[in-house]
């Protein structure tokens, strides 16, 4: 059974940092895409970054580029999402999902609520 657990969220001031983790379990990475999303109060779902388990090709969206990066450790089946110089605008319940890269089929794990206060 595939299976995403997000953990790191928290209460952050602006401009500090935080990790999130993706712990996967139940699949192999080498044949899945693994990424972020964020919904955020009154806002579309935003898809931030993603990592790509067969050839490592990363993904970032332009809000989040040069601030935020997704990085993998495949030992220990978790996909990180290191976030720095957070805003405001970063809060919101940040989920991550596994993308099979063959089939298309997607896995959504639960979220992990980020809060940046001004």
């Known amino acids: 059974e595939v299976q995403l657990q997000a953990s790191g969220g928290g209460l952050v001031q602006d401009g500090g940092s935080l990790r999130l983790s993706c712990a996967l379990s139940g699949f192999r990475f080498d044949d899945y895409g693994i990424g972020w999303f964020r919904q955020a109060p009154g806002k579309e779902r935003e898809g931030l970054a993603a990592i790509s388990g067969s050839d490592g090709t990363i993904y970032y969206s332009d809000s989040v580029k040069g601030r935020f990066t997704i990085s993998s450790d495949n030992a220990k089946n978790t996909v990180y999402l290191q976030m720095n110089s957070l805003k405001s605008e970063d809060t919101g319940v940040y989920h991550c999902?596994?993308?099979?890269?063959?089939?298309?089929?997607?896995?959504w794990g639960q979220g992990t609520l980020v809060t940046v206060s001004s």
């Open positions: 999902y596994a993308r099979n890269e063959e089939l298309g089929r997607i896995y």
